[in-house]
């Protein structure tokens, strides 16, 4: 190592560090990664270290900070050095407003690295000059025509962390080959070109626009195309509150309010301005339920308000909740799926009359969400198809379809994501807010409360009853053997558990492997990946259960789902034998207490 450095006895580390060090010119990270080297913080640095950063369900995703496996200007600089071709029709770039002060990092920052990146190799960029929700990038890749797209957000993760999400010249998130390629060229391109840290200059190159007021404008007209009781908006009388949990969604959830002619929402005052310490929330994810609306259901009940909307930080994503007999209900994203979905196929029916236009529409939702547009599908008449989980898969696909001349009408993932609309290949909070306010307009125009509707979609199409959780594992080598154990059952090599408890196994799919025991081939329909862990068992009785490792975070989610047939409204039953289910998964399959996991914290 160089001189003023200390040898960590590790010479693959040792490299890594000087090459970090020769190139990074942030004063705080490299000062940072001195600072371990001189108090001989081996295995501090290792974390740093170890790996790069892959490409996951959504992009890059990790703590900010020094060092290859976290987010920082340098690791910024590098993946936006790995495009190619991108001159002819340019790239947009939006970020949040996450920040971390310690290393110096932060979402608006990063972003103007890789603005910085991509002017020095003449790519004309579209920079949004403030803040914008996750799904605004998408829409203006597709609104202008672009090549690419890159979104600086970690979401709904931890105040410490950061990512980088990007789209294609189709509008929707990269997938295999192209995650592979970018992989690839980084590690091609590791040394900082001279002027990529030069944002100054970048800022005021010719090549760089602000499309913050004109992507403003058409989104908001774009997403008009989905108002259709405009009257009823008008007069309703209906009270919703809305936080954007110190995200960037407030005054977009307004606009669109305003563009349904909805009445404006009442603000969660003390979260409704972008804050990066999330400071009145443990986690900043509104799938988490109740503890991150406390505060949206203290103002409700002080305005009279029967209803919570709430969106994660980047607005991509959506939670609902309604106060019924005194207590507020949390909606799971499955039943919001269930109610949005019936909604806009509703909508769609009362403009088409033309009984073949119903052949011509398609739904999708990803493998792990609930079944339920299925039973609609079937009912219905229009397609239903599943992807694999994350919304890269459904963009895409939806993109396909539209390219076929099909009408996508909706796509939804259990995990509050929910495509309302073909101008944005993703999911988008913003717009469905939006649309749930319309809804919710129109039921109570009818004395209809949300509960009570989502209960009649059940009893018409079939209850679909779900319980989705997760453990979390830090331990690679724990999950790989809980997963080879169901592969290896009895000892005997690829050869899967044929019950679970009391209850029987009908059928396997193995996404890792690409095994399917339903298909004459065996052989799964759905792309495979053996870098992700992912079971599906179907049981007699009807239910499903799929295993899967999280992406983005050191979980083992479990999805379970009972789908009874149209006219079996036995809920207690259905519940009781769903829980039943799920106690035997997680006794037999998961073993937690041989396994040392943490139950997901209450």
Request: include cysteine; aromatic fraction near 10%; charged fraction near 25%.
């Amino acid at each position: 190592m160089d001189n003023s450095l200390d040898s960590t006895g590790d010479s693959k580390l040792d490299q890594a560090v000087r090459q970090w060090l020769q190139y990074d010119r942030n004063p705080k990270t490299a000062s940072m990664v001195k600072e371990l080297v001189k108090d001989g913080a081996t295995e501090a640095l290792k974390k740093c270290f170890s790996s790069r950063m892959e490409f996951g369900t959504a992009g890059l995703r990790a703590a900010m900070g020094p060092g290859t496996s976290c987010m920082n200007d340098l690791t910024i600089i590098q993946t936006t050095q790995s495009f190619e071709n991108l001159k002819e029709r340019g790239v947009v770039i939006g970020y949040d407003a996450r920040a971390h002060p310690p290393s110096g990092g932060g979402s608006k920052r990063f972003a103007s690295l890789a603005a910085a990146v991509f002017i020095s190799r003449g790519v004309p960029v579209h920079l949004f000059s403030d803040i914008t929700p996750t799904p605004f990038v998408p829409f203006t890749v597709s609104h202008l025509g672009l090549c690419a797209g890159i979104m600086v957000t970690a979401s709904h993760n931890p105040k410490q962390d950061n990512g980088y999400k990007v789209y294609w010249e189709n509008g929707a998130q990269i997938v295999s080959p192209h995650d592979k390629g970018i992989s690839k060229a980084i590690e091609e391109n590791l040394k900082p070109w001279p002027e990529s840290w030069n944002t100054e200059e970048a800022l005021k190159s010719a090549l760089m626009k602000d499309p913050y007021k004109d992507i403003h404008t058409q989104y908001f007209k774009a997403i008009q195309k989905h108002c259709h009781h405009r009257e009823i908006n008008k007069s309703s009388e209906v009270k919703i509150v809305h936080t954007s949990v110190h995200g960037v969604g407030h005054a977009f959830v307004q606009s669109a309010f305003k563009a349904f002619d909805l009445h404006p929402p009442y603000a969660v005052e003390e979260q409704k301005d972008p804050d990066p310490e999330f400071p009145t929330v443990k986690y900043p994810n509104p799938e988490e339920g109740e503890g991150v609306l406390t505060l949206s259901f203290a103002l409700a009940d002080k305005e009279g308000a029967s209803v919570v909307l709430a969106n994660d930080p980047d607005a991509d994503r959506l939670a609902m909740a309604e106060k019924q007999n005194g207590q507020w209900r949390v909606f799971t994203g499955n039943e919001l799926g269930a109610l949005l979905g019936w909604w806009v196929f509703r909508c769609w029916k009362e403009q088409n009359s033309d009984a073949a236009a119903v052949k011509n529409l398609y739904m999708l939702s990803s493998t792990v969400s609930s079944k339920i547009l299925r039973a609609i599908a079937l009912k219905e008449g229009f397609h239903f198809e599943e992807t694999l989980t994350g919304f890269k898969w459904m963009g895409n696909r939806a993109k396909d379809l539209l390219d076929q001349g099909k009408t996508v009408l909706f796509a939804f993932e259990e995990a509050i994501g929910y495509m309302c609309s073909p101008s944005v290949l993703d999911k988008d909070g913003v717009s469905a807010a939006a649309i749930a306010g319309e809804m919710i307009s129109y039921l109570a125009t009818k004395n209809i409360s949300v509960s009570h509707q989502l209960t009649t979609i059940y009893e018409e199409y079939g209850y679909h009853i779900s319980k989705n959780s997760y453990f979390i594992c830090h331990d690679q080598n724990v999950i790989r053997s809980l997963f080879e154990r169901l592969r290896n059952s009895g000892g005997q090599k690829d050869s899967y558990p044929t019950d679970c408890g009391r209850f029987s196994i009908s059928a396997v799919r193995d996404l890792t492997t690409g095994y399917d025991s339903n298909q004459p081939d065996k052989k799964a329909v759905l792309p495979t990946s053996s870098s992700s862990q992912m079971i599906t068992f179907s049981f007699s009785n009807g239910g499903v259960a799929t295993m899967r490792t999280s992406g983005t975070e050191p979980k083992i989610k479990y999805y379970t789902e009972l789908c009874a047939a149209p006219g079996n409204s036995d809920v207690t039953h259905l519940k009781k034998e769903l829980d039943d289910l799920v106690d035997a998964i997680v006794e037999n399959f998961f073993e937690p207490q041989k396994n040392k996991l943490q139950p997901k914290p209450e």
